[in-house]
């Protein structure tokens, strides 16, 4: 399939900038695999769509503040780093701004010299390796000198950055949120498992593979960047156990669902499991591992739209999305979501 064939018209206006007041307030277009049937209603809907027995499972993953602002030591010029993955020993895969003046054996500093860096090397992809130096822990630096790395798309202040965090946000990793999550409120998540619905939890640490743009026209051709997963034993023996009893998994985002399939069994049986995965979800794969899916709407000719035609199929999947933009859905990272089951 050829990248264009993902591609839709969207309102620039249809972009939302901000969350809404209410989490659980968002709009929800719910699409039935088996006949196609579309309906709009709204996430606090929820509890009536799943049934006691069900598991959802979600990505714990938390945003780290992974946008720091600095200067090269040597030329005095500003500095953007974006980091994107823990390397160990204080090396991080990153993408610099400007990313040609940032070179090897380049020195950067960050809040006068309280957190300090150097590039190490550069990858075919442009990535800048960068190892950093600090007196203490690194996450409470780069807490407090980092910033949230919304989108590019959202261009206005977030007054309020936990609102880019999920509320069951817990293993500190991510460059970017999982943002079919965003819409879950604590009492929402208690009212599920108080009507029998199971909760799981993954960790998949959104990073470049996430969010890189498809260059190739042909789809097949793109290679996904390989992000951190983990799934623990007792969330193995949850969604095995909810499966063996006849219950639907339910994938909360497009990460829980890649790590779900990234680890599965061809019978559907989750190991418990922790490492790497490219796994690249397009038309044409099989799902082994879950069967329905929450998801916001995503950019066009994204890797993320070409997962949700992979399980809802294409032709549904694309017109679902002219429909959204027709009934003025908001879309992306702040937008509302779809219910696929």
Not at 34 to 43: D, L, M, P, S
Not at 44 to 55: E, N, T
Not at 146 to 161: K, S
């Amino acid at each position: 399939m050829n990248k264009s064939d993902f591609y839709y018209d969207l309102p620039q206006e249809l972009i939302a900038q901000t969350p809404l007041e209410r989490r659980d307030g968002s709009r929800m277009m719910t699409l039935s695999r088996e006949t196609g049937k579309v309906e709009h209603r709204h996430f606090f809907d929820l509890p009536s769509m799943l049934r006691p027995g069900d598991c959802l499972v979600l990505n714990d993953s938390r945003v780290i503040p992974a946008r720091l602002l600095g200067v090269h030591a040597q030329k005095g010029s500003a500095v953007e780093v974006l980091l994107l993955r823990d390397e160990g020993d204080g090396l991080w895969d990153c993408i610099t701004r400007p990313g040609k003046r940032t070179r090897v054996g380049d020195e950067l500093s960050f809040g006068d010299g309280k957190l300090t860096a150097t590039v190490e090397s550069v990858d075919e992809n442009g990535n800048r390796h960068v190892r950093f130096h600090y007196d203490g822990i690194f996450l409470e630096i780069i807490e407090d000198l980092g910033r949230m790395p919304l989108p590019p798309y959202i261009t206005e202040q977030l007054d309020d950055p936990s609102r880019y965090q999920t509320v069951y946000a817990r293993n500190p990793g991510s460059a970017a949120a999982p943002t079919a999550g965003l819409h879950f409120t604590p009492e929402l998540l208690a009212s599920l498992e108080a009507m029998g619905v199971s909760i799981a939890r993954v960790t998949l640490h959104v990073g470049l593979g996430t969010f890189r743009p498809v260059k190739a026209d042909v789809i097949e051709e793109h290679h996904m960047h390989a992000e951190y997963y983990e799934v623990s034993q007792e969330t193995a023996d949850l969604i095995n156990r909810c499966r063996a009893a006849g219950g639907r998994i339910i994938s909360v985002g497009t990460t829980s669902t890649r790590t779900l399939e990234s680890v599965a069994l061809d019978d559907g049986t989750i190991p418990a499991k922790t490492g790497w995965t490219d796994i690249f979800i397009y038309p044409g794969y099989r799902f082994k591992a879950i069967d329905g899916l929450i998801t916001n709407f995503h950019l066009p000719e994204s890797t993320l739209i070409m997962l949700v035609s992979a399980f809802a199929g294409y032709d549904e999947t694309m017109a679902a999305y002219r429909e959204a933009v027709a009934e003025r859905y908001r879309f992306f990272s702040f937008g509302d979501c779809m219910f696929i089951s």
